[in-house]
């Protein structure tokens, strides 16, 4: 973009592209799970310290941050966000490419950051949120329910997938941890006097792949057996298992979740063991807000960006799930997905390779340029911010939206 903010963009982004990819890296050769991010989280806020962002470690959650900049034209306009993530998998590392969203939020906000220095017409907070554990523990849910939103008006972020769109359909998902209790007994010489929790976890496992023919084709339910016994000639006492239960909105889920929770119930009273059932947070749809998008589409189309639903007719289809969905039903939300290698998939070690090389960094670059372009803009137009907070509210009113709350199900 042949402007003052393109060039701006252009020059902190490129210019300093050497500096964001060894961030990236260091993140990506220190893989740390959901919520012990101790590393990631010290690096992320030493670097936006050295770059004159106010930080504040340890934000509300052990390894969360919020690191925020001032404009200096004023405080008085919109307290915008980039999302940050940089937790990793287990066994197989960044397999999600989350050091890709720490390096592309924190670029993005240190391009906006120099536009607010260049031209005081921009006015308000540029802010980057550190927000670990979104794998599995909904850390976005946690900083919600302590209030980490209350005082930011919008939030952008960008995540790395196989393809480029604007508006990906990330499902609503519940986490269940499912244990049995039984009795235990020698297998061999008294048996009938045991409770086999291994029975009742198998027959969890039976029963709900036999529900699966009965759910609808955008649904799924999938989980694994972690423990059901140690010794063959000992009637297993205890047993665990853990359940992800998706659905393309909360409605539906609900639903689902009710039919799953029945077949863990049928294993126990087939087997005489007892059940307990451990909730975790609750991810919700992702709210795609059209007009927020609409501005990031226009700065992606002008950097040459392909994407599926260019049109804005379809979004596309997915399984997955995001706890920026928490976010999305908070405040207006933008959370697009961009490309990354020859079509390798999250969560596999492919695309754990293809995070930490020197390729995957051209469209991280891109992507965060459009990023800061889609913040300058909000930053310019107050009338833009406010027509994005209009459609929210008609979106919630429409919803019958309730205000945040932990959606942990009791």
Not at 7 to 22: A, H, Q, R, Y
């Amino acid at each position: 973009m042949d402007t003052p903010f393109g060039k701006i963009v252009n020059n902190v982004i490129e210019g300093k592209s050497v500096d964001f990819w060894t961030l990236s890296r260091f993140i990506w050769e220190h893989p740390e799970l959901a919520l012990k991010e101790e590393t990631a989280h010290l690096r992320l806020s030493e670097f936006l310290e050295q770059r004159e962002f106010k930080v504040q470690r340890n934000y509300l959650l052990n390894t969360a941050f919020r690191a925020e900049f001032d404009a200096p034209g004023g405080t008085d306009g919109p307290t915008i966000a980039f999302l940050c993530e940089y937790d990793a998998l287990p066994e197989i590392g960044h397999a999600c490419g989350h050091n890709l969203i720490a390096e592309l939020t924190v670029a993005a906000a240190i391009a906006v950051r120099d536009a607010m220095k260049f031209s005081h017409a921009l006015r308000g907070k540029v802010v980057v949120l550190g927000t670990p554990g979104e794998e599995n523990c909904g850390g976005k849910q946690m900083l919600i329910d302590k209030g980490a939103f209350e005082d930011i008006d919008i939030a952008l972020m960008s995540h790395p997938f196989p393809y480029e769109a604007l508006r990906t359909g990330f499902t609503a998902r519940q986490q269940v941890t499912v244990r049995f209790r039984g009795r235990s007994a020698h297998a061999a010489e008294s048996a009938y006097k045991g409770l086999n929790a291994l029975d009742a976890a198998v027959a969890s496992y039976m029963n709900v792949s036999l529900l699966r023919q009965q759910i609808k084709s955008t649904s799924r339910v999938h989980g694994v057996i972690l423990r059901a016994g140690t010794y063959p000639n000992l009637i297993p006492e205890s047993s665990e298992l853990s359940y992800h239960i998706r659905a393309v909105s909360l409605a539906e889920l609900e639903e689902l979740v009710s039919r799953v929770e029945g077949c863990f119930r049928a294993a126990a009273l087939a087997t005489g063991c007892v059940l307990n059932l451990e909730w975790g947070i609750r991810y919700k749809n992702l709210v795609h807000n059209i007009a927020l998008t609409e501005v990031y589409r226009k700065h992606g189309l002008a950097l040459g960006v392909e994407y599926l639903d260019a049109d804005m007719k379809e979004v596309v289809p997915t399984g997955a799930a995001t706890d920026a969905g928490n976010v999305s039903h908070c405040i207006p939300t933008l959370h697009t997905v961009y490309a990354v290698g020859n079509g390798v998939r999250n969560h596999t070690r492919g695309f754990a390779e293809m995070a930490g090389t020197i390729d995957a960094q051209a469209p991280t670059r891109r992507t965060a340029k459009v990023l800061a372009h889609t913040a300058i803009e909000l930053f310019c137009d107050p009338d833009l911010v406010q027509k994005i907070k209009n459609e929210f509210t008609e979106w919630r009113s429409r919803a019958g939206a309730s205000p945040p709350a932990a959606q942990a199900k009791k």
